[in-house]
């Protein structure tokens, strides 16, 4: 097995390895998450005609077959798996929901679906997107737009929100319980209880398990508005983010496509850019950075696939707009 970029693009799903590049699989289709698990990938698909469904491979992407009907989906986002088996799949309208069959058939959770404070969610531009799932051994978390970060101590039967210090600036409350717009949460796989999170108003690191937060923004950055986030799973100190210039101008800061780094938890950061192209007027997704021990990879709207091994270089160019890159192993 090699390691390969699985690259979800608005019109199918590429195999980015090197400088090859497989596809488009699933021509026709939005890709918004891709996975592969033990000889089986995992595409979160959306079709203007056939809807919303999470498509299943066996032979390498030759032939898919698709989930049975998913109750409640609008559009599928984002494919968890859990260490023993079951999978998780996040999506619009601020749904969550499990399988146990290999992605077969998905029930709900009902501890996100009847959350008591659900009332208050609010869409983003994107829709009211569940995009992030974290499973770790001490919890678990997701996080949707626009309802702020959530934490569940009982593997998904509760959820308790963890958005205190985070701020909604465009809410008349800048500081409430529900409704922050979280564009992407990560938890940290070495140091237990050590969050991050790229947010529509900041920068923000937790290491408490997200009772409280930390905003980072402001020493260093060009701007607190942006969508990726990456680690380093060796050391819980580094983190990397591409910003952009406001909600309202969703495009790379001054013309230039950088990546800001931090070594020290966020108290600074510095631009990491040598290699990517000195003027790019693009953008990158929520779903489109990812990470392993090697590197960080990310994808842009402009359909350009890069890598920082061994220095950064383009993997890819001209495809279809990027919505998501996931490092694997195939």
Not at 87 to 110: F, I, K
Not at 189 to 195: D, M, N, V
Not at 205 to 219: A, I, K
Request: aromatic share 10%; net charge negative.
């Amino acid at each position: 097995m090699t390691a390969a970029l699985l690259v979800g693009t608005r019109k199918g799903l590429f195999v980015v390895r090197d400088n090859d590049v497989e596809g488009p699989l699933l021509p026709g289709w939005e890709i918004f998450h891709a996975i592969a698990r033990n000889g089986t990938l995992y595409a979160a698909a959306n079709n203007w005609v056939y809807g919303a469904t999470v498509q299943r491979s066996t032979d390498g992407g030759q032939t898919w077959e698709r989930s049975e009907p998913i109750e409640g989906l609008a559009k599928a986002w984002h494919i968890e798996p859990e260490p023993e088996g079951a999978l998780w799949l996040g999506g619009d309208p601020a749904c969550l929901y499990r399988s146990e069959d290999g992605g077969v058939t998905w029930e709900p959770n009902l501890g996100i679906l009847e959350h008591p404070t659900r009332d208050r969610w609010n869409p983003g531009a994107g829709g009211l997107t569940c995009h992030s799932i974290q499973l770790t051994p001490e919890a678990f978390y997701v996080a949707i737009s626009a309802a702020g970060a959530f934490r569940s101590d009982d593997a998904g039967e509760t959820w308790t929100p963890i958005n205190k210090d985070v701020a909604a600036d465009f809410m008349p409350d800048k500081y409430p319980e529900v409704g922050q717009c979280v564009h992407k949460l990560l938890a940290h796989p070495a140091k237990p209880g050590r969050l991050w999170q790229q947010n529509h108003c900041g920068v923000y690191r937790s290491d408490d398990r997200g009772d409280t937060w930390e905003r980072l923004d402001g020493n260093g950055l060009p701007s607190d508005f942006g969508f990726g986030i990456a680690l380093d799973p060796a050391d819980p100190d580094v983190a990397y983010v591409i910003p952009e210039q406001s909600g309202e101008v969703r495009v790379t800061t001054e013309g230039q496509l950088r990546v800001f780094r931090t070594e020290d938890g966020g108290a600074s950061w510095e631009s990491w850019s040598d290699g990517l192209p000195a003027q790019a007027w693009t953008g990158v997704l929520r779903e489109a950075t990812s990470f392993d021990a090697d590197g960080v990879y990310f994808g842009t709207q402009s359909g350009s696939v890069f890598s920082s091994r061994g220095g950064w270089r383009e993997l890819a160019s001209q495809l279809p707009t990027i919505c998501s890159v996931e490092v694997t192993e195939l």
